[in-house]
């Protein structure tokens, strides 16, 4: 179940980011395999080969996680790897209809570089991961049953938000005092939303507090590292306004408290964050130093990345509020 879900998620996300922005479709003629008789292109950088590798290596490797134990060795690999070529030749034809994408022949070769490498490595640790594993163990020791689809929801928070995307509201417009209120509140709220939805999956023998700030190290960490990347290593930790790390304590007092409360409290805790949060993030004005410094790489090689971050920073309030509302979240 664990790695269905989790392969179902990949592919939403895969497919999300290698088609956005989603604007401008358009037939330009052409028949949108022709890329794949075109020949290697004559721009390519060190970083797209290289993310194009490694954004298809999970795939291949859930792949055969799901596949696992109906289909195993080496039919498990070969389905994987048709299944994830069949996806790239798929998915580099719609970008043919999207003036922003250039499919390529190049694109294809690493993609399914990738696949093959993440099935190699999925089927190597299929029986160790899957049935003769510590991590098994330890997850039944310290998660609930039904805790597959939450712990992967949670695990996924940290790249949420590398990137704020809007869903229905225009921006009001703030002075700079309410804007920095606003910004410690949204903060403090995402942060002890995402460790309650972490903390409900748990059981009691759980080393809470440990949990919890790995995954508050986690995400910091993924922040700072999509930042040195996307901008320059001296940019790494611009992300750490006053307001920001305002935000961070405000948190951290906020899930000192409701640590100590009983999981449904927390769960609805969690709820009302979550939806404060998005009231907030729709209506508030866009952060001036994102929007200086999106037009330097968001229409560069990071289009990829840039639509993933886009994708999880949207959906994901949606997935946590539908983890939170689960039959077996409230009778916790």
């Not at 690493?110 to 098994?136: D, E, F, Y």
């Not at 942060?191 to 190290?217: D, E, F, S, Y």
Request: some cysteine.
């Amino acid at each position: 179940m664990t790695a269905r879900f989790g392969l179902f998620c990949y592919l939403v996300l895969v497919i999300y980011a290698s088609c956005y922005p989603w604007a401008g479709w358009r037939n330009n003629g052409l028949a949108p395999w022709v890329y794949l008789f075109e020949g290697l292109p004559h721009y390519w950088t060190t970083f797209d080969l290289i993310t194009n590798v490694v954004g298809y290596v999970p795939l291949g490797a859930l792949i055969v996680f799901a596949l696992y134990p109906r289909v195993s060795d080496r039919a498990a690999v070969l389905c994987a790897i048709a299944s994830g070529v069949f996806l790239a030749v798929l998915l580099e034809c719609i970008q043919s209809y999207l003036p922003s994408r250039v499919p390529s022949i190049l694109d294809l070769i690493t993609n399914t570089s990738g696949v093959l490498i993440g099935a190699i490595v999925g089927q190597r640790l299929s029986t160790p991961v899957l049935k003769q594993s510590r991590l098994r163990a330890l997850k039944s020791h310290w998660f609930g049953a039904r805790s597959s689809a939450g712990l992967i929801v949670v695990a996924l928070w940290p790249l949420a938000h590398i990137d704020i995307g809007k869903l229905f509201w225009r921006d009001f417009s703030l002075d700079v005092e309410h804007f920095l209120l606003a910004e410690i509140v949204v903060t403090a709220l995402g942060m002890t939303a995402a460790v309650l939805t972490l903390l409900c999956q748990t059981r009691r023998q759980a080393p809470r507090a440990v949990l919890a700030i790995g995954l508050l190290l986690a995400a910091t960490l993924t922040k700072a590292l999509a930042h040195a990347v996307l901008f320059s290593p001296s940019d790494a930790f611009a992300w750490l306004t006053p307001s920001a790390a305002s935000g961070l304590l405000v948190g951290a007092v906020m899930l000192a408290g409701l640590s100590f409360a009983p999981v449904a409290a927390q769960r609805r805790a969690a709820i009302v964050a979550l939806l404060i949060c998005l009231m907030l993030l729709n209506v508030l004005p866009s952060n001036p130093y994102f929007l200086s410094t999106l037009s330097e790489w968001v229409q560069g090689k990071f289009l990829n990345f840039n639509g993933a971050a886009q994708f999880l920073s949207l959906f994901w309030p949606a997935f946590a509020l539908w983890i939170l509302l689960q039959p077996t979240q409230r009778q916790a």
